[in-house]
């Protein structure tokens, strides 16, 4: 079990750029979450998808957040058009069939300037 | 999901027990109650979880009220390390339940 991995682990863009976040779960978890995280703030849902469906998506998650994934496996997120606005740390959990939490990934923090 | 209270910072003497409270009072009889902590850049860390009965683990103690309206979670001997914030969550019994609500947690200070 190496736990969830994301990628990168920093990211800093220009804003109107476009970004890609990867998150690669615990590989026999079938849930997968994306949170964002501000400064003081807990955790935020965006996502949520059981194996490749996505089932839940956040208001938050405006049209120029999109969410992937493909064949239930790892799992993308893209963030077009980056404001200032979208500075947070974004993180992945994943879970499995048990009632046990989630286990989360270490983040992706993103800065906008 | 049932929303929770916590109180927004509380600090623990080194080698005491630390006793960090929530409320749920609207809490459905199939819903569990999750405890979370975050240390500072890193992802949240599971800690434990429960329906109505009191759990022990390696990290933790939780004790649910009979009514269910509130818990208890407790480190039994905090350390330095124990320095966090920690959230307390409620979700719906059935696997297939969704998201889990954060709140902005208890900031748990460990003092030596």
């Known amino acids: 079990d190496t736990g969830v991995s994301q990628d990168p682990r920093h990211k800093i863009t220009k804003r109107g750029q476009n970004v890609t976040f990867r998150c690669d779960p615990i590989?026999?978890?079938?849930?997968l979450y994306w949170y964002r995280q501000t400064l003081g703030q807990g955790p935020e849902f965006l996502t949520y998808?059981?194996?490749?469906?996505?089932?839940?998506k956040s208001r938050l998650l405006s049209d120029r957040f999109s969410a992937e994934r493909p064949k239930g496996s790892f799992s993308t997120l893209e963030i077009q058009r980056t404001e200032q606005g979208d500075s947070a740390m974004y993180l992945c959990?994943?879970?499995?069939?048990?009632?046990?939490?989630?286990?989360f990934g270490s983040g992706t923090r993103l800065t906008v300037v | 999901d049932a929303k929770t209270t916590q109180p927004p910072s509380m600090d623990c003497a080194e080698g005491r027990a630390a006793n960090l409270p929530c409320n749920h009072s609207?809490?459905?009889?199939?819903?569990?109650v999750y405890w979370y902590r975050q240390i500072h850049s890193q992802g949240p860390q599971y800690i434990i979880h429960?329906?109505?009965n009191n759990e022990t683990n390696e990290m933790a103690s939780l004790i649910i009220t009979e009514d269910r309206k509130s818990s208890t979670l407790i480190l039994p001997h905090a350390t330095l390390r124990d320095t966090a914030v920690y959230y307390c969550?409620?979700?719906?019994?059935?696997?297939?339940?969704?998201?889990?609500?954060f709140g902005d947690g208890t900031t748990l200070t460990v003092k030596p």
């Open positions: 998808f059981q194996n490749e469906a996505q089932l839940e």
């Open positions: 959990a994943s879970s499995g069939d048990s009632m046990r939490g989630y286990t």
């Open positions: 609207t809490i459905s009889g199939n819903e569990y």
């Open positions: 429960g329906l109505k």
């Open positions: 969550i409620v979700r719906g019994s059935n696997t297939n339940a969704g998201k889990s609500t």
């Open positions: 590989s026999e978890h079938n849930r």
